[in-house]
């Protein structure tokens, strides 16, 4: 017996250099202004902003979940500040990956209230991405502008589409297949695991109690921490083309699929904030998003991994004959 364990281990040891494959190729915890000298900001006007090591403890707002140091210090965006005009900010990280990767990071959204309605001009989109092309700005409205396969989600569920995601310029609809939900509305059931938050008993109510009152709408992204996925798998689609599957803590919203319209996962990754309409906020201190723990990591094919442990336990078996 105890031959058989040294073989089986002899097998795992062999697979061990397969899981440091799967060590980050890029991370960022945000808890500097120096963070910025990682990506090519890109803005489509000067009403967006991108406040590298922000504090959000300053609102209340808890250490992300995949903090290591307890630090509250992560990356705040603004769109549409104060001029009334569709716009957004998108972050095209420098380095260029490719290949099977994942991207996560720890996402926060803040709009302005009361709720679950949100006050004017609540509806504003967080941007993720992959296969940038270090120029676009991505705005979450078909048509406007934005490169690779990238997602957006709004924070208030104020929109008729709040869980959306786009080929470059073209919004994939759920129609389209593409979707885990038959909607994107945030009052689909599938989406009910999130939302609901009161967010008067938040410590920010305490700077604005008149507005940031109120429970938000079922299904809605806003006022908690989630982990955000984007896998990416150059052969997970159809006809053996790309693929990018987005995830929320764990639940998958939809899957990009490249072999049903073209579009590019190699390249940059991308983090945005973007604005589809026209009204400003009434209550700006309150209207953000913030990401913190951006990891790209490089995930081997499964096949890999697989033919490596049926090694070893067909080592196993041979001693035992």
């Known amino acids: ?12 040891l062999v697979a061990m250099p397969m899981q440091a494959i ?22 489509s006007s000067a009403d ?17 979940p995949n903090t290591t ?27 260029s990956f490719s290949g099977n990767y994942r991207v996560t990071f720890d996402a ?12 004017t001009g609540s509806t504003e989109f967080l941007t993720a991405g992959v296969g940038g092309n270090g120029s676009a700005v991505n705005v979450a409205t078909a048509g406007t502008s934005g490169s690779g396969g990238w997602t957006a989600v709004s924070g208030e569920g104020g929109s008729t589409r709040d869980y959306r995601m786009f080929k470059d310029t073209a919004e994939q609809l759920p129609a389209s297949g593409q979707f885990n939900a038959p909607s994107g509305n ?26 940031q009152v109120g429970v938000t709408g079922a299904g809605s992204f806003g006022f908690e921490w989630h982990e955000v996925s984007l896998l990416v798998n150059p052969t997970g689609g159809t006809g053996g083309a790309a693929s990018v599957s987005w995830s929320i803590d764990g639940l998958q919203i939809g899957t990009l699929d490249a072999g049903l319209a073209a579009f590019n996962t ?7 904030y973007t604005d589809i309409f026209t009204s400003v906020s009434d209550n ?23 033919c490596l442990l049926g090694f070893g336990l067909a080592m196993v078996r041979r001693r035992r004959a």
């Open 48 to 64: 967006n902003k991108a406040t590298f090591g922000w504090d959000y403890s300053a609102l209340g707002i808890p250490s992300a």
């Open 266 to 272: 190699d390249g940059r990754v991308t983090i945005g």
């Open 108 to 119: 926060w959204m803040n709009a302005n209230g009361p709720f679950p309605a949100g006050g």
């Open 22 to 43: 799967q060590a980050a190729v890029f991370v960022d915890d945000f808890n500097s202004a120096a963070s910025s000298a990682n990506y090519n900001v890109v803005q």
């Open 284 to 306: 700006a201190p309150f209207s953000f998003g913030l990401v913190d723990n951006l990891s790209v990591t490089a995930v081997p094919e499964p096949a890999s991994g697989l």
């Open 69 to 95: 140091d307890s630090s509250t210090f992560g990356l705040k965006l603004e769109s549409n500040i104060e001029s009334a005009q569709v716009t957004g900010i998108t972050l095209h990280t420098l380095q």
């Open 1 to 12: 017996m105890k031959k058989c364990l040294r073989v089986l281990m002899g097998g795992l």
């Open 186 to 211: 945030s009052s689909d059931p599938y989406y009910a695991g999130f939302g609901g938050i009161d967010v008067g008993t938040l410590p920010q109510n305490a700077l604005a109690p008149a507005t």
